[in-house]
Structures are given as structure tokens and as C-alpha cells.
């Protein structure tokens, strides 16, 4: 299994992800590779109202290296997945059991009180699974559940998941402080049995158990831009399934962690924030567009130096 960091801890104990852990984590395709090897991806994602997050996640897993990537969700959303990404193989909604799967990716730009009771039931039995399930947005709601999950929530629908799970109500100002952050999303992860990844301008990973609370500080404010949470979900999606396929057993939290920092890095790619400057306006499919030369900048040994230039504001 390859190694995470080194354990660099900052001053509230946070483990600071670094290029040399996504690195570690990251997989080069070899002779051996099919696309069944490099991981499927499969999702159930978007929907009439939000078909959009269907393409952008979809997009991403794509291009953060997946093998394979099965849509599958209503004709509206599934048409578009094939437009932008004909390499798609998509399904109906009904055929969600019987799909085979390295890692699944569910609720981005769906709604709940939308949802179907049959698919309902189809999401919570792949929750009861064996496969990796990164739970987004619309299906936060389906937590807690048996099988091994990313939860992806921003800042509102953290409130909601820690309500779900019966922990106390953290002030918005209480979250505000770094040390309390963290020690809310250990305490989540801890109550939730599963990974938990709080998205912010610094983005937090925990999963159950002992291990520091991981932060990721590798993007831009530019990301705060509707639909890039969606490619996020997508990408997490991509380094579980090719986790799996290959047989590796890393920590869901580091490969939370280390799609968390590509992301973060594609959007300082796509925002052109490098050397110093400040950078310019993206759209969410411009980081998705972005991921492969992240990662090449990653395996490349050369994504840390750029981290260096950030600028000021940046940190602010
Ligand atoms: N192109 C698309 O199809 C898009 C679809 N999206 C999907 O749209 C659905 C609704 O997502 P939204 O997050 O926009 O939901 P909402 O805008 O409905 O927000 C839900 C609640 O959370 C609060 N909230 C939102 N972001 C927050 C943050 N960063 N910190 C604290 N509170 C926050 C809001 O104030 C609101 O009370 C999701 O399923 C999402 O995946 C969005 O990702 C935008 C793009
Ligand atoms: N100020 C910021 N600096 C850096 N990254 C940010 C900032 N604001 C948001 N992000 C990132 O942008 C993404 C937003 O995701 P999310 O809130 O789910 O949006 P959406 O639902 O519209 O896709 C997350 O990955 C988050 O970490």
C-alpha cells in the first residue's frame, strides 16, 4: 500500500496534505492495464432540475484518469453526460443494483424530496454494500449506512449530516476556528462510522478512528463557483475506484485528501493563480478540464513549487 505523508502537523494538529502524498497515491497505468483495471466509476448523479451536475461529474472522473464511467439517471441528464462525454456507458435510474462498480458516486444535483421511493431503495441497498460510496448533496440524507462512504458536505449540509447523527449544533462562528473545525469533522467522521470531507477555502478530511485530521489548502477562492463541489464528487470517485481496482487498500481518507488537492490544484491551474498572480475567473468545467495537467503536474514532482507561489489574498 503506498505510504502517506510524512506528517508534517500544523499548529492545530492538522496533518497538511502535501504533492508527495497525492504522489503516493496516484497510479501510472502500466502494460498490464485494461480499462477495467484503472477503476469504474459509477454514478448516480444529477437530474431534470439539476442535469448539469451529471456532466460535470462526470466530466471529472474522466479526467482525473477512471477507466470506465457508467451515468446512470434520467434521459434529460443522461443525454447531456453523452453529449459533452459519448465515452459514457449510461443506464436507466431503475438498474442501479445491477451495476458493477469500483466505487460509486451518488447525490450530486439531485433532491431528496424528489427522489423516487424505488431509488431510494436501490441507493440505500449499495449502501448497505461492500463497494465505496462517495455520498454527495441530495443523498446526504441516506447516512449513516454500513457501507464504506465518503461524505462530501459544504458548510450547510454539514449542519444537517451532524443533526442526522445526533451531535450537537456547532455555531457557524465555532467553525470558524481551525482547531474546532477539525475537531467537529473528527467527531462526524467518528459518529458517521465513514470518511468525512468538510469543503471550504481550506478543505478538512477525517475518517473514523485515530489518524490526524487531514487539511487540504492547495486551491483558489475562484473555486467558489456553483458546480465545482459536483466535479470534486467526481474525482474522489475516480482515486477510490482505481484504489480498489488495482487491489491497493489505501485510506478512504487520503484518497478524499488527494482528490481534494487536485481539485484544489486544477482550479489554480484554470484560474491561472500561478506565479504570483491573481488569477481570473473559471467555470466549474474549466477545473475539470484542468485535472489532467494537474496530475501530471503532480506526478511530475513540480506541483509543490507552484503551491509555494501562492499569493496573498489566496491565504486571506
Ligand atoms: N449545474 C448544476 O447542475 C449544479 C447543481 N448543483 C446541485 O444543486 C443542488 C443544490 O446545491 P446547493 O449547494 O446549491 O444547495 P442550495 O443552494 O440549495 O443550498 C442548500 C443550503 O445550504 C446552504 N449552503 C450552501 N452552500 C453553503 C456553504 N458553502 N456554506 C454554508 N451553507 C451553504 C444554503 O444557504 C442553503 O441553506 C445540489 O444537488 C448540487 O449538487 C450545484 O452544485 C450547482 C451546480
Ligand atoms: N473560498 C474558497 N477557496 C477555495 N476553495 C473554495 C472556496 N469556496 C469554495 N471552494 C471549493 O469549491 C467547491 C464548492 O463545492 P460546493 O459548495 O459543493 O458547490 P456546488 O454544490 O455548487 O458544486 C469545494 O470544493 C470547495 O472546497
Known amino acids: ?71 446512470i439517471g434520467p434521459r434529460r441528464p443522461a443525454d ?20 458493477h462498480a469500483d466505487a ?34 441530495g443523498a446526504l440524507d441516506l447516512l449513516p449506512a454500513d457501507a464504506p462512504v465518503i461524505a462530501t458536505p459544504h458548510e450547510g449540509e454539514f449542519a444537517r449530516l451532524r443533526a442526522r447523527l445526533g451531535l450537537a449544533p456547532e455555531r457557524a462562528e465555532a467553525l470558524q476556528d481551525p482547531a474546532r473545525r477539525a475537531a467537529a469533522v473528527r467527531e462526524t ?58 487491489g491497493r487498500g489505501s485510506a478512504p481518507a487520503a484518497l478524499a485528501a488527494s482528490a481534494a488537492w487536485l481539485h484544489g490544484r486544477a482550479g489554480r491551474l484554470a484560474a491561472h493563480v500561478d506565479g504570483g498572480r491573481p488569477g481570473r475567473p473559471l467555470v466549474a468545467l474549466d477545473v475539470a478540464e484542468a485535472l489532467p495537467a494537474a496530475i501530471a503536474a503532480a506526478l511530475a514532482d513540480v506541483a509543490d513549487d507552484m503551491h509555494d507561489h501562492r499569493t496573498e489574498e489566496d491565504h486571506a
Open 1 to 71: 500500500m503506498p505510504s502517506p505523508s510524512a506528517g508534517a502537523l500544523d499548529a492545530q494538529g492538522r496533518l497538511v496534505w502535501t504533492g508527495g502524498d497525492v504522489r503516493a497515491l496516484l497510479r501510472v497505468p502500466g502494460a498490464s492495464d485494461d480499462k477495467r483495471t484503472r477503476g469504474t466509476v459509477a454514478m448516480r448523479t444529477g437530474s431534470d432540475a439539476y442535469p448539469g451536475a451529471a456532466v460535470l461529474g462526470v466530466e471529472a472522473a474522466w479526467r482525473a484518469g477512471a477507466g470506465y464511467v457508467r451515468y
Open 80 to 99: 447531456l453526460v453523452l453529449a459533452r462525454r459519448p465515452e459514457t456507458v449510461v443506464a436507466e435510474p431503475a438498474s442501479v443494483s445491477a451495476v
Open 189 to 246: 467522521a467518528e459518529a458517521l462510522g465513514g470518511t468525512v470531507l468538510l469543503k471550504g477555502a481550506t478543505t478538512l478530511v477525517a475518517g473514523p478512528g485515530a489518524a490526524p485530521v487531514i487539511a487540504i489548502d492547495a486551491g483558489t477562492g475562484w473555486l467558489a463557483a456553483a458546480g465545482t463541489g459536483d466535479v470534486l464528487a467526481g474525482v474522489i470517485g475516480a482515486l477510490v475506484a482505481a484504489d480498489r481496482a488495482a
Open 104 to 137: 460509486w458516486v451518488i447525490g450530486s444535483g439531485t433532491d431528496p424530496a424528489l427522489r423516487p421511493p424505488e431509488e431510494t431503495a436501490a441507493l440505500r441497498h449499495l449502501l448497505a454494500g461492500a463497494v465505496p460510496v462517495v455520498v454527495d448533496a
